[in-house]
């Protein structure tokens, strides 16, 4: 059973930005792609980046790309996903996932976080 857990979301104004991190613990991720997803209210949970296991596959929503960089320390079961250049339509709960499987886009992954808040305000 692998747990995640999700921290430095808070308020920031457009432009800003923001570091989140997904500490895993339970078990070794080092072999599991791990992803970034995100839900605003009264909105589906929609893909914001994955990484594969080594770091050499890496994906990014049309909407965040050139913005949003997804990395990961494989010894501190870690993943990060540094934000850039934010907008108010970034806001929303974003969640930690992981997988044993390759990166993919769709939110199958087995395991989630709770969640961290990202309000941008204009």
């Known amino acids: 059973q692998v747990r995640l857990v999700e921290s430095g979301g808070g308020l920031v104004q457009a432009g800003g930005s923001l570091r989140l991190s997904c500490t895993a613990s339970g078990r070794s991720v080092s072999r599991y792609s791990m992803a970034w997803f995100r839900q605003a209210p009264g909105n589906l949970r929609e893909f914001v980046a994955t990484?594969?296991?080594?770091?050499?596959?890496?994906f990014y929503a049309e909407s965040v790309k050139g913005r949003f960089a997804i990395s990961r320390d494989n010894m501190r079961n870690m993943v990060y996903l540094n934000m850039n250049r934010l907008r108010p339509e970034d806001t929303a709960v974003y969640y930690c996932?992981?997988?044993?499987?390759?990166?993919?886009?769709?939110?199958?992954?087995?395991?989630w976080g709770q969640g961290t808040q990202v309000t941008v305000n204009s």
């Open positions: 990484i594969s296991w080594n770091g050499g596959s890496v």
């Open positions: 996932a992981a997988d044993p499987s390759p990166p993919r886009l769709s939110p199958s992954y087995e395991n």
